[in-house]
């Protein structure tokens, strides 16, 4: 039996088909008057953050309940679209300069029961 031989180009083509097929998280985008994460749930904004500060308010308990949407190391800002900085070095992402959010009693895409909890919350709009 002959050895299999491979050439550089080759791996690099498959290793490139590979990454290509691997599934990106979107951005925010659009629903019923909202922003929604991939999943299709509604987001949130904090009213302890600070836009455009690059970082978030609601870390520990706080993200229990109000889980960060998270960015990949891959993800890049675009348009309305940044990035901050949470405190333990994750990536999360923002609209206008606000760290967006889910709410941890969300139960389908649409509800939007986090609106106006404990006064410092709001449906993230578009």
């Known amino acids: 039996m002959s050895p299999l031989r491979v050439s550089s180009a ?4 498959a290793l490139l088909g590979s990454l290509l097929a691997l599934p990106v998280l979107a951005q925010p985008k659009a629903a ?3 922003l929604v994460g991939p999943n299709g749930m509604t987001l949130y904004t904090f009213d302890k953050d600070t836009a ?3 970082k978030s308010a609601c870390n520990g308990g706080c993200a ?5 949407f998270m960015a990949t190391d891959a993800d890049k800002p675009a348009g309305d679209f940044t990035l901050v ?5 994750k990536k999360q992402w923002a609209a206008k ?3 967006l959010y889910y709410w941890a009693k969300d139960t389908k895409p649409g509800d939007k029961t986090g609106d ?3 006064g410092a919350w709001k ?4």
């Not at 229990?64 to 960060?68: D, G, K, R, S």
């Not at 900085?85 to 070095?89: E, K, S, V």
């Not at 449906?123 to 578009?126: I, S, W, Y």
């Open 32 to 34: 019923g008057g909202a």
């Open 64 to 68: 229990a309940n109000w889980p960060p």
């Open 52 to 54: 455009g500060s690059g």
């Open 123 to 126: 449906t993230a709009k578009p």
């Open 85 to 89: 900085t949470r405190d333990d070095g």
């Open 10 to 13: 080759g791996i690099t083509a």
């Open 116 to 118: 106006g909890v404990g």
């Open 97 to 99: 300069g606000w760290p």
